[in-house]
């Protein structure tokens, strides 16, 4: 195409059985009223991409093979942007597809590339292939996806496996794992392409001991300011089912968010919470500066840009809770309910010269520990 400069041999055979007519009309008919066998290997191709194209491939070499509407894919290996990859597999109605207008084709491949930042192919994709296109055809196609190392916007996958399948009008991410935020995540994912220019992301998943900190720094503390990363900390673990909108440079929309996740926090910290910190100074207490606790499990939902969280049981350094309530993640408003006992160390802490009943009556156990309504 116009810009690139290609450069390599191919040595190979070429075989037609047909007419000259055939030849000479060179249409669509050309496969399917006569037989064409190419069988060609690439030695040391090189394609090197205008200013405005990523696409910059060295060291190309492998054997294609065709038959009539079938092309085959036998190991080929290169690099790409000086990262190494090899791609190998099948596809059909493909020289139709890239010779003539209004031809469909699908792809089955495997590829396995060292590391890939898709920044750029995306910024390139936008810009200049899905602004313009007049293709009558399409294309379908299924990659069987291997990397050590992908880098998209500020995420870093590592060690990810997964099947891409390319439609035309969706994306479906299937048989999804890799390593990030100091866990792993393994799930299925579907992109589809709106007709207002959005993308709907929907699918189902499971994070394992995930660092709760960095998956707050990554996602810009889901476009909140209430409960931030340099606040928390400790390790995540959920089951989850997940919708999402997306604008056309694939920066996420948070408040169209819907979730259901079954999860659960262990070795956490919650340190300048402002709730905390007012019970706190109510209390007199310093533990409530900087809260501990081993494990918290519950089944969360967000959804209408809405936390949604059911009556759970917390127990940590300063206190233990039961927790109910809901949070509106844009404006902050929120309702809680909250039943602390307190232990009996810092009950004995608080009953010196702490009278304070602003909130109801509070009771005192045989057990020495006190129950504050809060």
Known sequence: TSDYIVEGKIDGVFNYAGTLTELQNFSTT??????????????????????????????????????????????????????????????????????????????????????????????????????????TGSLITKVKFTTQELIYDNYVLRDLTCNLDLLESETIISNTSFKTLQGSYSGNTKLTYLPNTNIRCEGTGEIKKMSAKELFHTFNNF?????????????????????????????????????ITDVIAEDGTIKDFDPFIEMGKKMKVQEFKNVTFAKIQNTIKIENDTLYIPNMEIKTNAFEMNFAGKHAITNNNFNYSLTIFLKKTLSNMFKKGNNVEDFGEIEQNTDGNIKIPV
């Open 223 to 259: 476009d909140q300011t209430f409960l931030t990363e340099n606040k928390i900390n400790g390790k995540l673990t959920a089951k989850f089912s997940f919708s999402l909108l997306f604008d056309k440079n694939y920066n996420p929309i948070f408040s169209s968010l819907k979730i």
């Open 30 to 135: 050309l496969f399917d009223n006569s037989t064409t066998d190419i069988n060609a290997k690439l030695i040391d191709f090189k394609i090197t991409p205008p200013t405005y194209s990523p696409y910059d491939i060295s060291n190309l070499n492998g054997k294609i093979i065709c038959n009539n509407r079938n092309m085959q894919l036998d190991s080929i290996s290169g690099s790409i942007k000086g990262i190494p990859f090899n791609l190998s597999g099948n596809a059909s109605n493909m020289l139709p597809y890239l010779l003539f207008d209004g031809e469909s084709a699908t792809c089955n491949l495997q590829l396995n590339i060292e590391k890939i930042n898709v920044n750029p192919f995306m910024e390139h994709y936008d810009k200049y292939i899905s602004s313009e296109s007049t293709s």
